[in-house]
């Protein structure tokens, strides 16, 4: 191919695409993607490494429809997963057309079988430092089939992504930069640390602030060339939405996947931010939240949002996913920190981990209306190629889907563990309506006057998006008395606590059992009756407390119900008395068929002494295990 620039000739031009399926279900309208989204940064990158003796157009299938008489010698696109299919027809397209077809990003990288089946090469991995020598070999008529890259790209003498080409008065804000790549956590179902790293690389703090500030002066020029140039009502319109903080470039957003991942970095690039006068977001984890000093320096620094990988409100959940640095008997307060600082915290939240039950949906959507976060982002848990995620569901033969265009993080394309893929879905659809509706957007939003107008606009926004898109969904009977029982119970007394004799005795030293009762309850794998799991410490208090809520449960899921005691770690003399208590379990067992198992193994001194008379309670046969 002969790209030649001979003097007089014509330049060779680089077509560079966003794919997004015209017909998606969840497409944005233009004003909610001027108050919600703001673009990747994968393809202003591309365009800063391409040899300047080309002409680079971007186009964002989000934003216009793609001309495929568009005059180019190349043409690139960047993938995510669920925009594979909808690249790969707009690439056999172009193909088609006898132009040359690039492919690069998070698929092609670990589905490049199937990428090669659409286009001419692929770049896997981080492309920095692969796309000069593509262009060369565009150039030169020699391209691979495939571009690897053997080591991750330096950050410093960092080129700034080439944000002018990206469409105007398009997104939130066109102003998008970032300090950081890598992620040293290790998330199950996260692509990034694969991609991107498991260490993070650093971008100098003066090259960044001096990016910022060339970008900032650009788009001051931009918008003021906007509104000498249109009508007189449109320049009253911009400088109204300027001064209440809804115009483009109002907001600085750091596309970061960890954007505070080393406190000293953080330090020095935030102190530096105060000189720039701007507002800014960025994701970071929660527990910045337990640094007061830093999150009041981020917030005089500009900082106004942060978006938080919640992911869920449940211990057991996070541990599964390898997120254990998330505590979540910590996150009120954590939130609370931000929140006394003018941030607004905007969480996501994971359905379907292993450990998620129906009452997840429920839960999540009070603690985080209780907690007055002003945005959430509720996604599907999604086993995403390249992630241990997808490799565990494959070899449990859990995926049954691999349509593409499903991997969204809004269908549900695996087999769940603790409800079925429909109770997941419609748990899902129902969180969306419950947090984005208006008593629920008001009791959030309310609490505080600061840029009170851009977090309506943005709930605003969320919820036309909601009420088009998304089926209400409904949630069973059962998700709320699985709700009702799940529990972490205070344990108050501490005298004559009987260990567990299922359980070694604790060797001397070691950490003692925590003084709490947690109550996990699951609807059977198996049978047709609720499962209660107990860990921790039982007393008397929370026994009762205990029997109250199997009572609830009993009246309202008229299932049997099965105690396991197997890892209880103590229990006081007085706590298996009133378990055991005849009057208590008379009034339950009208309603249900109780079962304790594991009790009389684990606790035979305490049960010997007691008479049942006709209640038939121990089941110390496995079958319920």
């Known amino acids: 191919m002969d790209t030649t620039t001979a003097r007089g000739g014509t330049r060779p031009k680089l077509l560079l695409l966003d794919p997004y399926p015209r017909n998606n279900p969840y497409r944005m309208t233009a004003s909610e993607r001027r108050s919600i989204w703001f673009p990747k940064l994968s393809l202003p990158v591309i365009a800063a490494y391409t040899p300047p003796t080309w002409d680079v157009k971007i186009m964002d299938e989000a934003v216009m429809d793609i001309n495929f008489d568009t005059p180019c010698d190349l043409v690139g696109l960047s993938i995510m997963t669920c925009y594979a299919p909808r690249a790969y027809e707009i690439a056999d397209e172009f193909r088609r057309r006898g132009k040359k077809v690039v492919l690069g990003g998070v698929h092609p990288t670990y589905c490049p079988d199937e990428a090669l089946r659409h286009c001419d090469a692929i770049v896997c991995g981080e492309a920095e430092d692969l796309w000069p020598q593509v262009v060369a070999d565009v150039e030169a008529g020699t391209l691979k089939r495939i571009y690897r890259m053997d080591q991750f790209p330096a950050l410093n003498n960092y080129k700034p992504p080439r944000i002018e080409l990206l469409s ?29 790293g498991k260490t993070t690389r650093r971008r100098p703090v003066p090259e960044v602030i001096e990016e910022l500030k060339r970008a900032k002066e650009w788009l001051r020029s931009d918008i003021v060339e906007r509104m000498t140039h249109g009508s007189l ?53 929660l527990f910045l939240g337990d640094d007061p000093e830093m999150v009041k320096l981020a917030a005089d620094s500009g900082c106004v949002s942060v978006f938080v990988g919640l992911e869920s409100l449940s211990d057991d959940s996070l541990s599964e996913t390898n997120k254990g640095f998330n505590q979540v008997r910590k996150f009120e307060n954590q939130i609370k920190m931000f929140h006394d600082h003018g941030i607004m915290v905007n969480p996501g939240i994971v359905f379907g981990f292993d450990n998620d039950d129906e009452s997840v949906f429920e839960t999540a959507v009070e603690f985080l209306t209780r907690n007055k976060v002003e945005l959430a982002y509720f996604n599907v848990l999604t086993p995403l190629p390249g992630t241990a995620l997808f490799e565990r569901y494959n070899r449990e033969c859990r995926i049954f889907d691999q349509d593409w265009a499903k991997y969204d993080g809004k269908h549900v394309v695996y087999k769940p563990k603790r409800m079925t893929p429909e109770q997941l879905q419609e748990g899902f659809f129902w969180a969306n309506h419950q947090f984005y509706s208006w008593p629920c957007i008001l009791q959030r939003v309310g609490h505080t006057s600061q840029r009170l107008i851009p977090r309506l606009e943005m709930n605003w926004e969320f919820r036309k998006l909601i009420c088009r898109t998304t089926p209400k969904g409904t949630l069973s009977p059962l998700a709320k008395v699985l709700k009702n029982l799940q529990a972490k119970l205070p344990t108050f007394e501490t005298q004559q606590l009987i260990p567990n004799a299922l359980h070694p005795q604790a060797s001397p030293g070691s950490k003692p059992p925590e003084l709490c009762l947690k109550v996990k309850a699951r609807r059977h794998d198996a049978f047709a009756a609720l499962f209660i799991d107990l860990e921790g410490t039982l007393d008397h208090l929370n026994a009762r407390e205990l029997l109250d809520r199997i009572k609830q ?4 899921a008229k299932m049997d119900i099965v105690v396991n005691f197997e890892n209880l770690k103590q229990a006081t003399p007085k706590a298996i008395h009133t378990l055991l208590d005849g009057e208590i379990l008379q009034a339950i067992t009208p309603h249900t068929k109780l079962r304790y198992r594991k009790l009389k193994e684990a606790f035979q001194s305490s049960v010997s002494e007691i008479s049942f008379g006709d209640l038939d309670l121990f089941d110390e046969s496995t079958q319920h295990a």
């Open 233 to 285: 009502l449109n320049a009253l319109t911009t400088s109204l939405k300027i001064w209440v903080g809804l115009e483009e470039g109002s907001i600085v957003a750091f596309v970061d996947d960890l954007h505070n991942s080393h406190r000293a970095y953080c330090r020095e690039l935030w102190q530096a931010l105060k000189s720039l006068n701007i507002k800014w977001g960025c994701q970071s984890t």
């Open 553 to 556: 449960a009993a009246r309202d």
């Open 168 to 196: 105007p008065d398009s997104y939130m804000t066109r102003l998008c930069s970032f300090t950081t790549r890598g992620c040293h956590f290790d998330c199950e179902f996260c692509s990034v640390s694969p991609f991107n």
